[in-house]
């Protein structure tokens, strides 16, 4: 996969880099030059590199295993929501496919279990909110 609009999922995407202006040369990318940029269709955004996002998910996930042992039962995530853009936030998300309450504004989404959590990072328009970085696993939610 590639990076990403993390509101539309196109990969008609610019990022910032670092040229030298009299020899318009490339010289590198930018401290944080793939965590947002230009979207053709949707302005300034976030992009994202969703099987890199899963490929984190994946290593946290056996990390927590290793010294819980056991299964997590909430992921602690960084989102954008995609009906209402206002750049990254941080949010639970429910890994036993529990209920979600409502009036809980750090619960956002309820799933069952690591895939479908995963599936959660690629730019939907059955969601709200695309998954862009998993901070951490818990077995019960802080």
């Known amino acids: ?42 302005g300034f955004v976030v992009l994202t590199d969703p099987e890199e996002v899963q490929t984190d998910i994946g290593k946290r996930y056996r990390e927590h295993l290793a010294s819980e042992k056991s299964e997590p039962r909430f992921a602690y995530c960084h989102i954008v929501r995609t009906d ?9 998300i429910r890994l036993d496919g529990g209920p979600v309450d409502e ?4 619960l956002i989404a309820s799933c069952n279990g690591i895939e479908e959590l995963k599936a959660m990072s690629v730019p ?3 969601r709200d909110f695309t998954l862009v970085e998993c901070q951490g696993f818990y077995t019960q939610r802080p």
């Not at 990022?15 to 979207?39: Q, R």
């Not at 009036?103 to 750090?106: A, E, G, K, Q």
Request: some cysteine; hydrophobic content about 30%.
């Open 84 to 92: 209402n853009y206002d750049g990254c936030e941080g949010q639970y």
């Open 124 to 126: 939907s328009g059955d």
């Open 1 to 42: 996969m590639s990076v990403v609009c993390s509101i539309c999922g196109e990969a008609h995407v610019k990022c910032a880099a670092v040229v030298d202006p009299n020899t318009k040369k490339f010289l590198e990318f930018s401290d944080g030059a793939f965590l947002d940029g230009l979207c053709e269709n949707c």
């Open 103 to 106: 009036n809980d504004d750090r």
